[in-house]
């Protein structure tokens, strides 16, 4: 078990340029999550899959951004058209079925855009 | 999603006990008292939870007041690198509710040497 894995760490970004990130989750997690975390602020959820399908989307989550889990394994969140407001720290997790258990997150991803 | 109160920040010296306070006056009878931690440059990371009764893990102590309305987060000997964010969350379990996670701004514990 290697904990959660994100790539890149580290997006710079010109605005409207388009970015994508990867999450890796725990292999056995059928749950994954994104969320979002600007400075100073807790993680804010942007999103919820459950194997393949996408459950829940946030209101943050506008029409710029997509997030997809093909097969129920890894996952993508793509950003079209950065804007500056975009700047964030965007984070994954992944968890069990099982109610109780805690969330793994991973180290995220940090978007600057410039 | 039920609302939780904690402190801006506390905090406390190296090897010294620490208690971190969380009001939670809106719980429901199926919401679990979560805390979550999150150091420097990382990821959330899982403390402990628990509904009612006190527990202990090898991170910490949950003491969880009788009427559910307020909890304590107990590290027993701080070190330098228990300085993070402290997260306390309610999480629902019951119904359809898949257990989403909703973070405050939490408590920056400072430790000093």
């Known amino acids: 078990d290697t904990g959660v894995s994100q790539d890149p760490r580290h997006k710079i970004t010109k605005r409207g340029q388009n970015v994508t990130f990867r999450c890796d989750p725990i292999?056995?997690?059928?749950?994954l999550y994104w969320y979002r975390q600007t400075l100073g602020q807790g993680p804010e959820f942007l999103t919820y899959?459950?194997?393949?399908?996408?459950?829940?989307k946030s209101r943050l989550l506008s029409d710029r951004f997509s997030a997809e889990r093909p097969k129920g394994s890894f996952s993508t969140l793509e950003i079209q058209r950065t804007e500056q407001g975009d700047s964030a720290m965007y984070l994954c997790?992944?968890?069990?079925?099982?109610?109780?258990?805690?969330?793994?997150f991973g180290s995220g991803t940090r978007l600057t855009v410039v | 999603d039920a609302k939780t109160t904690q402190p801006n920040s506390m905090e406390s010296n190296e090897e010294e006990p620490v208690h971190l306070p969380c009001n939670h006056s809106?719980?429901?009878?199926?919401?679990?008292i979560h805390w979550y931690r999150q150091l420097p440059s990382q990821g959330p990371e899982y403390v402990i939870h628990?509904?009612?009764s006190n527990v202990n893990n090898r991170m910490a102590s949950l003491a969880i007041a009788e009427d559910r309305k307020s909890s304590t987060l107990i590290l027993h000997r701080a070190t330098l690198r228990d300085a993070a964010v402290y997260y306390c969350?309610?999480?629902?379990?019951?119904?359809?509710?898949?257990?989403?996670?909703?973070f405050g701004q939490g408590t920056i514990l400072t430790v000093h040497p």
């Open positions: 997790a992944s968890s069990s079925l099982q109610p109780l258990k805690g969330y793994t």
């Open positions: 969350i309610l999480r629902g379990v019951g119904g359809t509710s898949y257990g989403k996670l909703t």
């Open positions: 292999s056995e997690h059928n749950r």
């Open positions: 899959f459950q194997n393949e399908a996408q459950l829940e």
């Open positions: 809106t719980i429901s009878g199926t919401d679990y």
């Open positions: 628990g509904l009612t």
